[in-house]
């Protein structure tokens, strides 16, 4: 780095570390506060590829090392003889909302009620079902499952062929399978047709729906093409964090808090960076 005392340019209220598809929409939402000056850093580049928002196009930039993370891999699986397995993620804008298969499930409502019960207050299937909700623009319109003007568009799946419905007519009367025409509902099994994450035939991602609309406020700043290399503390709290970007280190100060959104690789990664550090205090 060519300046690694580079000086604290600016103040900001919040820094959002990541903007994939939670920290685009943390960011966001922050920033429709006029009086919140919000700073956002992403360590990938805009979303501005040609294939990010067609929905085919997601087969191209899946694969293409600017926009996606390749270099994390599983351990060896025994039980797949000790083969390792990549464990790619976005890497711009939007982060894997801007570049993956486009299928819009939601998740088990078991799983959330699982996490509840063992202990995550506030994470029960009944207290994050308005949360979807509000961020979907549903092709069914709003109803109990269902958002009907969120940012996210949600429309049927788009490859419905002949072939399909065989293979789905299948599964329900010789295998007895029961058949699902909507996996966004608290019973997520069955065989059926996914909904995708598009309107109109386009990528819904969280740049789209978040960052885009709100970018032109001047209390949002965004810094593509940031990678952050760790969190700076007084003491145990949380005041600011180091970047680097183009080839210079900077510094960035938080008057209320540091959000990390770097996904579930990145963020572990600079969480226990910063555990080593704190056994020194």
Do not use: C
């Given at each position: 780095?060519?300046?690694?005392?580079q000086?604290?340019?600016?103040?900001?209220?919040?820094?959002?570390?990541?903007?994939?598809?939670a920290?685009?929409?943390?960011?966001?939402?922050?920033?429709?506060?006029?009086?919140?000056?919000?700073?956002?850093?992403?360590?990938?580049?805009?979303?501005?590829?040609?294939?990010?928002?067609?929905?085919?196009?997601?087969?191209?930039?899946?694969?293409?090392?600017?926009?996606?993370?390749?270099?994390?891999?599983?351990?060896?699986?025994?039980?797949?003889?000790?083969?390792?397995?990549?464990?790619?993620?976005?890497?711009?804008?939007?982060?894997?909302?801007?570049?993956?298969?486009?299928?819009?499930?939601?998740?088990?409502?078991?799983?959330?009620?699982?996490?509840?019960?063992?202990?995550?207050?506030?994470?029960?299937?009944r207290?994050?079902?308005?949360?979807?909700?509000?961020?979907?623009?549903?092709?069914?319109?709003?109803?109990?499952?269902?958002?009907g003007?969120?940012?996210?568009?949600?429309?049927?799946?788009?490859?419905?062929?002949?072939?399909?419905?065989?293979?789905?007519?299948?599964?329900?009367?010789?295998?007895?399978?029961?058949?699902?025409?909507?996996?966004?509902?608290?019973?997520?099994?069955?065989?059926?047709?996914?909904?995708?994450?598009?309107?109109?035939?386009?990528?819904?991602?969280?740049?789209?729906?978040?960052?885009?609309?709100?970018?032109?406020?001047?209390?949002?700043?965004?810094?593509?093409?940031?990678?952050?290399?760790?969190?700076?503390?007084?003491?145990?709290?949380?005041?600011?964090?180091?970047?680097?970007?183009?080839?210079?280190?900077?510094?960035?100060?938080?008057?209320?808090?540091v959000?990390?959104?770097?996904?579930?690789?990145?963020?572990?990664?600079?969480?226990?960076?910063?555990?080593?550090?704190?056994?020194?205090?």
């Amino acid at each position: 780095m060519k300046n690694p005392d580079q000086k604290i340019a600016r103040l900001y209220d919040y820094i959002i570390v990541g903007a994939g598809s939670a920290g685009a929409i943390v960011a966001a939402r922050l920033s429709e506060d006029p009086d919140k000056e919000v700073l956002l850093l992403e360590a990938g580049p805009e979303d501005n590829s040609y294939w990010s928002k067609i929905p085919l196009g997601f087969a191209k930039i899946l694969f293409n090392e600017k926009y996606m993370r390749w270099n994390h891999q599983t351990e060896n699986e025994p039980g797949l003889k000790n083969n390792t397995y990549p464990l790619p993620h976005g890497k711009l804008l939007g982060g894997s909302s801007a570049i993956n298969g486009l299928v819009h499930v939601r998740g088990s409502s078991f799983d959330y009620n699982t996490w509840e019960k063992e202990g995550a207050d506030g994470w029960g299937y009944r207290d994050v079902l308005p949360y979807f909700k509000k961020s979907e623009r549903d092709h069914r319109g709003e109803d109990e499952y269902h958002g009907g003007d969120g940012p996210i568009g949600v429309e049927l799946a788009r490859w419905k062929n002949p072939l399909a419905d065989a293979y789905i007519d299948t599964a329900v009367t010789t295998l007895n399978i029961p058949r699902n025409n909507d996996f966004n509902r608290p019973n997520i099994e069955g065989a059926g047709y996914w909904d995708l994450a598009t309107w109109k035939g386009r990528r819904s991602s969280t740049s789209a729906g978040y960052i885009k609309p709100n970018r032109k406020h001047p209390n949002f700043t965004i810094l593509t093409e940031a990678y952050v290399t760790k969190v700076d503390f007084e003491g145990k709290t949380a005041v600011g964090v180091s970047y680097e970007r183009d080839g210079e280190l900077y510094h960035a100060q938080a008057k209320r808090e540091v959000i990390l959104s770097a996904g579930a690789l990145q963020t572990p990664q600079l969480l226990s960076y910063q555990v080593s550090v704190l056994q020194i205090f």
